[in-house]
């Protein structure tokens, strides 16, 4: 008897994705390559509904990539700087497995409790912390020892170089830090066309910085809005 085929995505115009992807190959990919489950779905038609603000979700390819790493890696303990509604950590939590521990760092309350929501229903609630305030003030509070195996950064752009170096401090040597949106919809090629774009020249910086940070070792990788992978040395 043939096995039955995996649910497919459905498809929407307003499905978070990245960037440079059709709506046909997202689908595709997605169809191919582990699309959001229930509770992922349900979460991002949650996140829409809060209007254009959305567009601060991951894609759900971005979040297969990151479960798979965390798994693949074996993290035992991670720490977000930017949760919104929750979707990335979700999917960091169940790279995690039963016994590791995620680390939420955000301000915006009304976000998060949609996230908490979702974390509630995926059955990952007890695997992650929540704590809401500046990051810039959390993370200043954290022990200095390098404890962390993995890092995620997707907050305000212009304080980018400080969780960088905050994330990085903690991180121990081998462990990896993802920087979210450093391609900004391929605007990091052409930034002098955009000179009021506070985002985008901090995103320059910092891209920049990276590259040429002794501490690191730097991939690209197109994917969602551009994430920069950098191994602790």
């Not at 039963?98 to 996230?115: K, M, S």
Request: charged share 20%.
């Amino acid at each position: 008897m043939p096995e039955t085929p995996p649910p497919q995505p459905t498809r929407s115009p307003v499905q978070p994705k990245s960037f440079f992807l059709s709506p046909d190959l997202h689908h595709y990919i997605l169809s191919h390559g582990g699309g959001p489950d229930e509770v992922q779905r349900a979460l991002i038609a949650a996140t829409q509904a809060l209007g254009p603000v959305a567009r601060m979700q991951i894609a759900p390819e971005q979040g297969v990539f990151m479960e798979w790493l965390a798994r693949v890696m074996g993290v035992q303990r991670a720490i977000e700087v930017g949760t919104f509604t929750g979707y990335s950590a979700l999917c960091l939590a169940r790279g995690l497995g039963p016994q590791g521990r995620l680390l939420c760092l955000d301000v915006n309350e009304a976000w998060t409790r949609i996230a908490q929501t979702y974390w509630h229903r995926a059955g990952l609630a007890d695997r992650i912390t929540l704590r809401l305030g500046p990051a810039a003030t959390t993370l200043a509070a954290l022990p200095p020892e390098p404890t962390f195996d993995l890092g995620f950064i997707d907050a305000d752009k212009e304080n980018g170089r400080l969780y960088y170096e905050e994330v990085l401090a903690r991180l121990r040597p081998g462990g990896v830090l993802i920087v979210d949106n450093v391609l900004w919809g391929g605007k990091v090629v052409e930034p002098h066309q955009h000179p009021g774009d506070t985002s985008l020249q901090a995103i320059c910086a910092l891209n920049d910085f990276a590259a040429a940070d002794a501490r690191v070792e730097p991939a690209f990788l197109p994917l969602g809005d551009g994430l920069l992978l950098l191994r602790k040395r």
